[in-house]
């Protein structure tokens, strides 16, 4: 492809990791226009708050190095979206350790939507973020991802590694907590 | 809140709010919605979920893209290093793939052709020595290395009246079996002479000489030299 060419949608993602592998950096490029906004949501929605850019850099620079490990059995996306979920919970686990936690029992638990009271204002929305709080980790990942990402169950089951049908019963088991918890 | 019991409907209110349903399914979920209050009540909640989620912020695409490996022709992954970042970014992974150092392969191949060298050597020599000595077991098999020589060079004794093998396999049997009396190239070793016995000897010496053949492989010479080496 000349410079200056612009990429179309026919170019799908496994043709500019071709591309890419074959020597071209404007096809990762690409691929980082394409899927670094919706990383950078999946990872505020997960409970990041802090350096999104690096942590989806890194993803991107982790994906791009195992390249290979990628086999086309799901979208690059949620491939993407497996990488920055394992980064976000070294991230947190990282943390831990460094308040000298010394158990890491409910890693996955811990997340900063205890601290969203202050951003946001709105009154609903943080009863919103306060019952999806309420949620068990699995849920409330289940239910981010099936909601505010509109990932299928099929792409959740990858993400997590579980089954779709435990993903779909984390669904509902999440959106019942969450109206018992505004019920109330 | 109840909830509507129509499962499959609830299964798509969040692809309906994010628009990921082809048209039909669309229209189809809308008018469901449209009669159903749990489910209206459920899809602005999902709302409420979605329109809380903490905007991201904007990601610099060429700072991000920066930061990836390049492929070569070589087989490395570097940094390509167009530009420097807004920011310093943490450092690249830097993957080389190549061959790991030959070094140890190739001074363990060395150790190990000196140890087969020094190993084939010591066995030729136990080997050449046992030809040598005169003893029942090296004779079992110098036996079938004397049938092997042509007739003219046999100086065998038809002693051997041991019926022929019926088969190839039973043949190192039968030539062993005869093996206790001496060598089968007399009744009594004993009775030949020093001189008949190193000119044996010397015999022997120069079919280790000879292409090595397996014993199978030859007729042996069980009967009458006038024979022609035929069996019965």
Redesign the interface.
Known sequence: MNPGTQWSAEDDDKSLIER????D?RA??EL??RH??A???F???GGE?EE???L???T???A??SIDAFRGESSLRTWLFTIERRLMLDRRRAELRERNLVSLDGVEGSTTYDA?DG??A?E???R??QA?ASLSPMQREV??M?????L?YAEIATILETTEGAA?VHY?NA??G??EF??D | ?T?CMN?EM??AL??Y????LDSARTAEVRAHVAACDECAA?LE??R??????????????????N???????HGF?IH?G?GEPAES??P??V?PIRARPGIWSRRSVKIAAGLAVVTAGGLSLLVGRDVLRPESQVGQAKSVAVAAVPAAHSVSVPVATTKAPSTREAQPRQVASAAPVGLSLTDDLQELSDEHIATLLNEMDRMDGLPSAEPDAVEPVVGNANSGGQNQ
């Open positions: 890419w592998k074959a020597g950096p990762a490029t980082v226009r670094a906004d990383l950078a949501r990872a505020t929605s708050r999104i850019e690096e989806v850099q890194d991107f620079v982790r791009f190095n969203l951003v946001v709105q609903t929305a943080t919103v973020r999806l239910f981010v099936r909601v505010e990402q509109g299928a779909r509902h959106i019942r969450v109206k505004l019920n | 809140m909830e499962a609830r299964d969040p692809d709010l994010n628009g990921t459920e909640l999902l409420v979920v979605a329109a809380s989620a903490p905007s991201a912020p904007p990601m610099d695409v060429a700072r991000i893209a930061a990836i490996p390049t492929p070569t022709r992954m390509r167009g970014p943490p690249p992974t993957v």
